[in-house]
């Protein structure tokens, strides 16, 4: 099994910044992405930032030039800088993790994490 454990929520005024992590630990055969999708009440779960084992990176277009993600391959962590946010990136945050196993590829979510920004 694998568990995902996140951090770095909260309730912000816009402009501000928050960060996000997520540390992976379990049975993790080989990663390939790690990243960040949020879901706004009445939305459905869409992709925000994403980084794969090789290091190339996609943005959702909503978030780029103000989120930066980045990880630690040695702590199996990803992290997710937010800065300038508005408050439209209220949404609650889910990290994701995808491996590929002998079976074929899995994901894994962590359980979310609230990000409230205030105008």
């Known amino acids: 099994q694998v568990q995902l454990a996140e951090s770095g929520g909260g309730l912000v005024q816009a402009g501000r910044s928050l960060r996000l992590a997520c540390a992976a630990s379990?049975?993790?055969?080989?990663?390939?992405?790690m990243g960040w999708y949020r879901q706004a009440p009445g939305n459905q779960r869409e992709l925000v930032a994403r980084?794969?084992?090789?290091?190339?990176?996609k943005y959702a277009d909503s978030v780029q030039g103000r989120f930066t993600i980045s990880r630690n391959s040695d702590k199996n962590t990803v992290y997710l800088q937010m800065n300038s946010l508005k408050p439209e990136d209220t949404a609650v945050y889910y990290c994701?993790?995808?491996?590929?196993?002998?079976?074929?590829?899995?994901?894994?979510w962590g359980q979310g994490t609230q990000v409230t920004v205030s105008s």
């Open positions: 379990g049975n993790i055969f080989s990663i390939n992405t």
């Open positions: 980084i794969t084992s090789g290091g190339s990176i």
């Open positions: 994701n993790l995808n491996i590929v196993y002998w079976s074929g590829p899995k994901d894994y």
